[in-house]
């Protein structure tokens, strides 16, 4: 099955410095990466999303890369701000394997994102 | 925010009892997982549902089973719970499968003594 690698487990950095979270995966048929943040005591929400028909996706402070060919994808936040302090989660999924699309996602064991003011 | 309930949301259980954890959706999304959550392990797949009375294990069904009678619920038993179980169980729900967005539950905090 799928394994998902993710570091650091914690990354401090300064308010509007840039915080990059990188992952790697096992399975070269995974197709779906997205990345969950998690605020204390709250539920994960989905940030952004890659599929492995694109390289790089942005949302205005946030963007995703992705290297199929070495397996890894990494998270890019720049200009951090005070409300970016939260877990963050990366996840792969192939989409079509053996559960015809259902089979869930494998995530990372998240990264603690801190702020530093 | 999607609709999607879990419940309880606190529950205090002791070693060898049934426990049985509630998903309930209004958003008439065919897939819905369990997922718990544990300190070190990130969030691990339980079991899946592709549609009703259709399920499938995850990495880490031991002890654990599912059942869907209807499409917005999804139930999650542990036949005889046991201080491993002892996590945050997340429910959540996607339209087309597990290469879309996710939608998660409030999360059940599950205690076993």
């Known amino acids: 099955g799928e394994n998902v690698e993710q570091h650091p487990s914690t990354l401090s950095v300064q308010e509007g410095d840039s915080a990059v979270i990188k992952c790697t995966y096992s399975?070269?048929?995974?197709?779906?990466f997205p990345w969950y943040k998690q605020e204390l005591g709250k539920r994960p929400q989905l940030i952004i999303d890659i599929r492995s028909n694109v390289g790089e996706k942005k949302d205005q402070r946030i963007a995703v890369t992705l290297n199929k060919t070495a397996k890894h994808f990494s998270l890019h936040i720049t200009e951090t701000q005070p409300e970016d302090s939260a877990v963050y989660f990366c996840a792969a999924s192939n989409g079509w394997g053996s559960g015809g699309g259902a089979d869930g996602l494998t995530f990372g064991k998240g990264t603690h994102l801190i702020i530093q003011p | 925010d999607a609709g999607i309930t879990q419940s309880p949301r606190h529950k205090v259980t002791e070693t060898g009892t049934p426990v049985t954890l509630r998903c309930h959706q209004t958003e008439n999304h065919r897939y819905m997982y369990w997922y718990r959550q544990d300190p070190g392990h990130g969030l691990r797949l339980i079991h899946y549902s592709y549609g009703v009375k259709d399920t499938d294990k995850g990495e880490v069904s031991d002890g654990y089973s599912v059942s869907r009678s209807k499409t917005e619920d999804f139930l999650l038993t542990l036949e005889s719970a046991t201080s491993s179980q002892t996590s945050v169980y997340f429910c959540a729900i996607s339209e087309k499968g597990s290469n879309t967005e996710a939608f998660f539950g409030q999360g059940t905090r599950l205690t076993v003594v």
């Open positions: 399975d070269s048929a995974s197709n779906y």
